[in-house]
């Protein structure tokens, strides 16, 4: 509840209230309404009248409203569909009219009284606001069908099901944020053709267009009690052009074919308000691919430029500047500012679907795309906006977003809000209007986006290259060296099939883009290596335009994108593979990421909970998409230098063991369905993880190591599916299919390369150990070099339990006590095996991975030093990574402050040249610096004074 502050009025102003109340006690005399007008009820009625000739008006002509009982209806906090029953009319149409226009007019009083003496809030009174139309509309609807259906009979389909028309409520009425005069936006539609069962039978087209008129009619035609709502039909199908009510299919029919970028704007805040509500979800359902598109969507820019050029025209035809709605920095474009990232992204993400205003921007701003100081200022002016052309039009209850010019008018809106004067509550309407215009500025015409103008000159290189006149001369005097490449790959581009079908306005698009990424590698670091892959890419999105959309409107988004593509291969090469990774490439939020396990599996679930069906293949498309962004905001996050190589590393693990979490879920859940599922709790299988993903340092296109173990007790039961499975084929084909969808080839790329040669007897072993055999052979037969793999080995997905009984394993396994000098000489003899058949080091090159001195030597030496105190020091198999195991290592007195330190420090220096390598598609070796060559010497030093002869 608002706290009011008595205001100080005018003598003009206080005259016209006293004047009113008074008229209003001795209307309740003439009446015989009693009013007691005692102290608190005397003082919001004067506030009801400081601030509504429509509440005088409606009290002068209904003075019961003023009697004890009819002041409670309007302190009541119940909306109009608590008293709509009340509501019987009559079946006497001028009655009937009568009756809906008073109970309205009453209602109405309701929503004015509450809101000036601080009862609601705003969202309250927009929202009471809603219900009343809606109570209005479907009593009205009610009314017209029964009177219809009397000459006609019922409305049905061709197979004789009973139909109802559909009433749709657009804009505010849609988002339930309806003003107090505004009118109400309708479309109206029923679900199928067919004739109505009455004795003068109609066609279904027929009947519903009869229908609709008796509706608009009732709450349209002015009477001597006003009108009930003002009705407005112009956003259906063809505007006034089009009937006033069609089927679903020709409704379906428009959009495919006929909508306009306006017509999506407005769906966004379209939903069932009458009727057959039930059908109106199913047409919303059928129409969401038009308003929501699959992809990220930018081509909304451009039809949100074409609604703001029409409202512009309209408001320098009219004089509209100062208009509430339309104006700069009204409400119009607070709602564009929002509904355009909504129409972007609400095909990827339906938690954007939203309607109201307010709820909307909230969803923006948890999703991150609109900043939370952004959001803030939006809010505010929004709310101050809104309050404002509530009062606007409680004054007189009309349809009006201006403020009223006369001296008294305006006192009457400021004091009623709480200002002290009209200059004060005008100041504050222009600061919020002022950020508005800014930031709708900011949004439609980003500086440097579209309107920037290219470069003459690389306007003309592509004409050039469009007219097959480009050579490399041309493009070495145009800062491209050498040339011949560059201007080889723009003239192929100009011609290709996908170029030269592009529709006209794709092409202008196109024409408009290509200087303009011209500029942006010429001034990158590596302009000719930049242009070659920005050619690709604008070839791969050819038939793409909102991909060409973002770049063209985004002009953050195409510095970017030359700086990723002159100074990485690999990201480089992510985005022309998969283009949906440009909307990272524009917002890469590296804060937003989900880093922790349970979060990104949290992520994971929101993500494929967009889909409308959960098929594997849909969900693996998504599992890919999402995975493919992650990866690919972490490489950002990485080369930007904002992530350190061993975050980097470790995050790419946890993304990859949720990956595999998510995909052995999914492969239980339809091995279930097709087989059912095995007796006990759990599913008594699990997936290690060895290598790389186990000891939490992946690289950006590193496979996974993986081990599948299942529950052997369960070996010989049965499935309880249609089609039964012995529990060892079972599990087998869980790990096949957990195997298959990890690396098959999607729409979206392949997951992961796999590779499961660490299980026991490698690649002559069956996939999937039982629990027994995989503890048998890790006891009796392992070489050491697989209990080196089994110390980075850790479950990362399946069934908790044996996860349980696979840890105790590993523990019992590793932590036998070993003899230190034959851990050292059999570790020491593995390591120089693997470099005299790997390393690719020579005077020149080091091998960063392989290298004397190298990642390799690090990890080998820690898991020595494991494997021969583990039985003492049993802590130290709690760690499977490499940069823990240093300080595990050192604070259990196997490594002194300087080893550690030296150890430490290179491998976090050798990771990151290693992931480097990977970000520009080079082998991990490196160029010998003086470094390198100190890191390597130190790494040599240290596992010499520990006794390894590497």
């Known amino acids: 509840m608002t706290v009011i502050t008595k205001p100080t009025e005018s003598p003009a102003l206080r005259a016209l209230i006293d004047d009113r109340y008074s008229e209003l006690i001795a209307r309740c005399r003439q ?4 009013l007691h007008d005692d102290a608190g009820v005397a003082e919001r009625i004067r506030r009801a009248l400081l601030a509504s000739d429509f509440a005088f008006d ?78 209005l509309l479907e009593a009205a609807l009610r009314w017209s069908e ?80 006003g009108i009930c709502a003002r009705v407005d039909l112009r956003l259906r199908p063809f ?33 069932p308000v009458a009727g057959d509500r039930q059908a109106g979800k199913q047409l919303q359902d059928l129409l969401r691919p038009f308003v929501y598109r699959k992809y990220l969507d930018y081509t909304a820019f451009a039809g949100l430029r074409e609604m703001k050029s029409l409202i512009d025209a309209e408001v320098a035809r009219k004089d509209l500047a100062d208009n509430l709605k339309l104006g700069p920095g ?122 920037a103008a290219a470069p003459v000159a690389d306007v003309a290189l592509w004409q050039r290259a469009c007219t097959e006149a480009l050579d490399a001369g041309v493009m070495e005097s145009s800062g491209f060296s050498p040339g011949a490449e560059v201007a080889e790959a723009l003239v192929k581009l100009s011609q290709a099939t996908t170029v030269r079908a592009m529709p006209q306005r794709s092409r202008e698009q196109l024409d408009r883009l290509m200087p303009q990424l011209l500029a942006v590698a010429r001034d990158s670091r590596a302009p000719v290596a930049c242009l070659l892959r920005l050619c690709r890419l604008v070839q791969a999105v050819a038939r793409r335009s909102s991909y060409l959309a973002l770049l063209e409107e985004q002009p953050a988004a195409r510095l970017r994108l030359a700086k990723l593509f002159a100074e990485s291969a690999f990201l480089a090469e992510r985005v022309i593979v998969q283009p949906l990774l440009l909307d990272d490439v524009l917002d890469p939020r590296i804060d937003q990421l989900p880093l922790k396990r349970a979060d990104i599996s949290a992520e994971i679930t929101r993500v494929l909970a967009t889909l409308d069906e959960r098929e594997a293949e849909a969900e693996l498309d998504r599992l890919n998409e999402f ?94 599916g249609a089609r039964p499975l012995e529990g060892s084929r079972w599990y087998q084909r869980l790990a096949q299919r957990v195997m298959n969808w990890l690396t098959v080839m999607t729409r979206g790329g392949r997951l992961y390369e796999v590779d499961t040669r660490l299980r026991p007897d490698g690649s002559k072993g069956l996939l999937v150990s039982s629990l027994d055999a995989f503890e048998a052979y890790q006891k009796s037969r392992a070489w050491t070099w697989e209990h080196q793999a089994l110390l980075r080995a850790r479950p990362i997905a399946g069934d908790a339990s044996l996860h349980a009984d696979l840890a105790k394993v590993r523990r019992e396994v590793l932590a036998v006590p070993r003899e230190r000098s034959a851990v050292l000489h059999e570790v020491s003899s593995m390591r120089q095996r693997w470099r005299a058949e790997r390393d690719r080091s020579d005077a020149l090159w080091f091998d960063l991975k392989q290298g004397h001195g190298g990642l390799l030597d690090i990890e080998f030496a820690l898991q020595g030093l494991v494997l021969a105190h583990a039985s003492e020091r049993p802590a130290l198999l709690n760690i499977t990574a490499n940069a823990g195991l240093i300080e595990a290592c050192r604070n259990a007195g196997l490594l002194d402050g300087r080893q550690a330190g030296l150890f430490a420090e290179a491998h976090a220096e050798l990771l990151h040249r290693a992931l480097a390598c990977t970000l520009d598609l080079r082998s991990r070796i490196a160029l010998r610096d003086e470094m390198l060559e100190r890191l390597s010497g130190n790494v040599r030093e240290v596992t010499a004074e520990l006794g390894f002869l590497f």
Request: charge should be negative; include cysteine; hydrophobic fraction near 40%.
């Open 31 to 34: 009446m015989g309404v009693p």
């Open 239 to 271: 505007g006034n052009a089009g009937r006033l009510a069609l089927p679903f299919s020709a409704m379906e029919q428009y959009y495919q074919s006929e909508g306009r970028d306006w017509e999506r704007y407005a769906w966004i805040k379209a939903r």
């Open 330 to 451: 009204g409400i119009r474009e607070i709602e564009f500012v929002v509904q355009l990232v909504q129409l972007i992204r609400g095909g990827r993400e339906p938690s954007l679907r939203v309607r109201g205003l307010l709820p909307a921007l909230t969803a923006c701003e948890a999703r991150g795309h609109i900043g939370a100081a952004r959001a803030r200022e939006l809010r505010e002016a929004y709310v101050f906006l809104r309050r404002v052309e509530n009062r606007v039009q409680m004054l007189r209850d009309a349809q009006t977003h201006d403020i009223p010019e006369d001296a008294l008018s305006r006192e009457r809106i400021a004091l009623g809000l709480g200002h002290a004067s009209w200059e004060e509550l005008e100041e504050q309407l222009a600061e919020h209007r002022a950020k508005v215009s800014e930031e709708f500025a900011e949004v439609l015409m980003p500086q440097g986006g579209r309107t």
């Open 627 to 720: 995975k493919a962004s992650v990866a690919f905001r972490l490489g950002l996050a990485f080369s930007d230098g904002r992530a350190d190589a061993v975050a980097t590393a470790r995050r790419l693990a946890v993304l990859a063991e949720s990956i595999v979490l998510a995909v052995t879920a999914l492969a239980e859940r339809e091995l279930a369905a097709q087989h059912g599922r095995l007796p006990g709790d759990g599913t008594g299988f699990a997936v290690l993880g060895y290598g790389s993903l186990g000891g939490e340092e992946l690289g950006f296109a590193s496979d996974l190591d993986l081990v599948f173990v299942y529950d052997g007790k369960r070996a010989h039961a049965m499935s309880d």
């Open 146 to 225: 029964h009177a219809l259906a009397a000459r006609y009979g019922h409305s049905r389909s061709h197979d004789g099901a009973l139909q109802r028309m559909v009433v749709v409520g657009f804009g505010k009425l849609g988002g339930s944020e309806l003003n107090f005069s505004s009118d109400i936006d309708l479309v109206l539609a029923y679900p199928h053709s067919g004739q109505s069962d009455g004795a003068r039978s109609l066609d279904n087209s027929e009947y519903f267009v009869r229908l609709a008129r008796q509706l608009v009619r009732l709450l349209n035609e002015p009477t001597v009690d």
């Open 58 to 135: 409606t009290w002068f002509r209904q003075p019961q409203l003023l009697a004890p009982q009819g002041l409670e209806r309007l302190r009541s906090g119940s909306d109009a569909s608590a008293r709509i029953d009340s509501l019987k009319l009559s079946t006497d149409e001028t009655t009937c009219l009568t009756e809906l226009r008073r109970f309205r007019h009453a209602e109405a009083l309701r929503l004015v009284f509450r809101d000036v003496n601080g009862l609601d809030e705003l969202p309250e009174t927009l929202s009471a606001t809603s219900v009343l139309y809606e109570v």
